[in-house]
């Protein structure tokens, strides 16, 4: 039997003429790593937590239960401290 090359070998890369922005660490600058980060369930829930709060300060403030409504948003504003 022949040994024969294959296909692939004969071609040649044509080089990387794009230059690509490295960093002296030797990261890639290009990449923005803050923008696509997760979320934790913990911060999610304490979102959702002072949205409910917010929701129902709006509708006891409408049907006129004031003082309620400075309670739950005392809530809101508890809650929303653990989004720092």
């Given at each position: 039997?022949?040994n ?19 960093g ?17 369930l ?32 005392a ?6 401290i653990?989004?720092?």
């Amino acid at each position: 039997m022949r040994n024969s090359p294959t296909p692939t070998e004969g071609l040649d890369r044509p080089p990387d003429t794009a230059e690509r922005p490295v960093g002296d660490d030797g990261d890639n600058d290009a990449v923005d790593l803050d923008q696509n980060t997760t979320v934790d369930l913990g911060r999610i829930a304490w979102l959702g937590t002072v949205l409910v709060c917010l929701v129902v300060v709006l509708i006891l403030v409408l049907q006129g239960y004031y003082g309620y409504a400075a309670v739950t948003f005392a809530v809101a504003l508890a809650a929303g401290i653990n989004l720092l």
